[in-house]
């Protein structure tokens, strides 16, 4: 049975027979490996359709465990992507997250819809390019229901403590710390940016821009909250977005 998907790509695997097999992330099937018989060499719509940041339509059918490729094309390529390389490591980055924060198998429009509007937002995006990054990871733990709860100490109610466990994921107040470690004192700011960013859509946030401090706080947040309740710990993409940023 041949089925028609719209999908993006997010990594492209070589194989010992100089072949291709893409990670899609397709509307209908969730992320799926595909194999297509296009070699690395050619030149063609067929190979340019296997690329990463690719979003296109495409004609699979399954055989045994992997689905191939009966014909692609290519809906948008989002190539001024590559002529940057800050929005090139981002973008990187957030193939890579969406990678490893999807099962096998299970279509999930929120996130595909927010994949796409991210790659349209930082394609014409003119600087700060992190910030879209935050608030992609932002939307995305909202969407998967593991959102940080920033409106009382989750132990005793207590709402006027700004201290944040990273474990608990939510605020906790001194009185109710025990030997809970990875405790964040939040700056007000930093909640209502993530508050806003949870409440708003990509589009409605692509000429939002940070001060430059509300940022680098925002950053030391995400990494540690991510690291903990996420399991991206080893993305090779990391290194490259710290290294261009």
């Known amino acids: 049975m041949v089925i028609q998907t719209n999908g993006i790509v997010l990594k492209q695997i070589k194989t010992g027979n100089d072949r291709r097999i893409i990670v899609l992330f ?3 099937l969730g992320k799926v490996s595909v194999a297509s018989t296009t070699t690395y060499h050619t030149k063609s719509k067929s190979s340019a359709i296997l690329q990463p940041f690719n979003y296109g339509k495409y004609m699979l059918y399954q055989s045994k465990d992997i689905y191939n490729m ?3 094309e290519v809906i ?3 190539y ?3 002529e940057d390389i800050d929005k090139y490591a981002c973008s990187s980055y957030i193939l890579e997250f969406t990678d490893k924060i999807l099962a096998e198998h299970q279509p999930d429009n929120k996130i595909f819809n927010l994949l796409l509007d991210f790659l349209n937002v930082i394609e014409s995006r003119k600087k700060d390019y992190l910030m879209i990054v935050r608030a992609y990871e932002i939307k995305a733990l909202s969407y998967n229901g593991i959102m940080p709860q920033f409106l009382e100490c989750i132990k005793c109610g207590d709402k006027n403590t700004k201290d944040f466990s990273i474990v608990e994921g939510s605020l ?3 009185s109710c710390r025990d030997n809970n470690t990875l405790i964040l004192s939040l700056d007000h700011i930093i909640i209502e940016v993530m ?3 949870e409440q708003h859509s990509i589009k409605e946030l692509e000429k939002l821009s940070l001060d430059k401090m509300v940022l ?3 950053n030391t947040f995400m990494q540690l909250y991510l690291k903990h309740h996420m399991e991206i710990n080893n993305m090779k993409s990391v290194n490259f977005l710290n290294t261009c940023l």
């Open 26 to 28: 397709s509307q209908k």
């Open 76 to 78: 948008k390529s989002f």
């Open 195 to 197: 508050k806003y960013i």
């Open 216 to 218: 680098k706080k925002l």
């Open 80 to 82: 001024k992507i590559g």
């Open 172 to 174: 906790l107040c001194e």
């Open 70 to 72: 009966n014909q692609g």
